[in-house]
């Protein structure tokens, strides 16, 4: 359910309305390792950063983890300064509605706190972890001024095995996310798409990902309006500090 019960919390924004228009996001950033080694570092930011500046100043929406902001705060600078949109994606990406309301709370406040002394703003949007979300996270995220921001499309990037930089656990061949995203490529060849546009999940979280979504984004482009989630919702002030100008 993405529409709240409780009549103050507005809506989940899940996709964006208009059809031909994709809403590029990527989660879990700012993407590095430690130890850093020379294979490693290739795929860690500034890499898809570069990437997307190289193919027409792409701007993104960025769901930053505020523990990796910590870690990182030279890549989260790098990604505000590229005109980026920076969202909250909590400080530890725990199941939401699994925590107490402290323990929301907590997870929210470290992350605007980081964001805040980092990058110097204070976002309004915020990504639940999995999508992890009741309306009790949701009133406390809007409590604390923060919009809930989901998805309609997954490419289960997060989800590929065999990355051999950092391997994990995943279910699902780097050849399966591929043609996850042709099929929906080719939907939109044959004009079957046209009712909305789409908010895709994408990752900044290892080279698989990185790979995937450097393989599509000049198709994508050709074949849609792509943006940030928040701008394909007309959202023009994504922080509270209504003075904020993109640094040059």
């Known amino acids: 359910c993405t529409t709240p ?23 879990d950033g700012p993407m590095y390792y430690w130890p850093v080694t020379a294979e490693n570092s290739k795929w860690a930011e500034p890499n898809l950063y570069d990437y997307l500046l190289k193919h027409s100043n792409q701007k993104a929406n960025l769901f930053y983890i505020g523990s990796k902001i ?23 990406h725990p199941s939401m509605t699994s925590l107490t309301n402290a323990e929301v709370v907590a997870e929210f406040y470290y992350s605007l706190r ?26 406390i995220a809007w409590q604390m001024g923060m919009r809930t921001v989901i998805w309609d499309r997954d490419t289960d ?19 399966t996310a591929n043609k996850t995203v042709n099929s929906w490529i080719k939907s939109r060849k044959e004009g079957k798409d046209n009712s909305h546009g789409h908010i895709v999940l994408e990752h900044e979280l290892s080279n698989a990902t990185i790979t995937l979504t450097e393989f599509w984004l000049p198709t ?20 509270w500090e209504k003075k904020f100008i993109y640094p040059i």
């Open 114 to 139: 980081m964001i805040k002394q980092v990058l110097g703003i204070t976002p309004k949007c915020w990504r639940p972890p999995y999508g992890d979300v009741d309306d009790r996270v949701r009133a």
């Open 5 to 27: 019960k409780i009549h103050y919390i507005p809506p989940d924004i899940t996709i964006c309305p208009t059809a031909g228009t994709w809403g590029l996001t990527y989660d």
């Open 220 to 239: 994508i482009q050709k074949l849609y309006k792509t943006m940030p989630a928040t701008a394909c919702n007309n959202i023009a002030q994504p922080y």
């Open 157 to 175: 990037d997060w989800n590929i095995n065999g990355d051999q930089v950092a391997p994990g656990p995943g279910a699902i061949t780097y050849d």
């Open 70 to 92: 910590m870690g990182a705060p030279a890549a989260a600078q790098r990604g505000l300064n590229d005109g980026h949109t920076i969202c909250v994606h909590t400080w530890s």
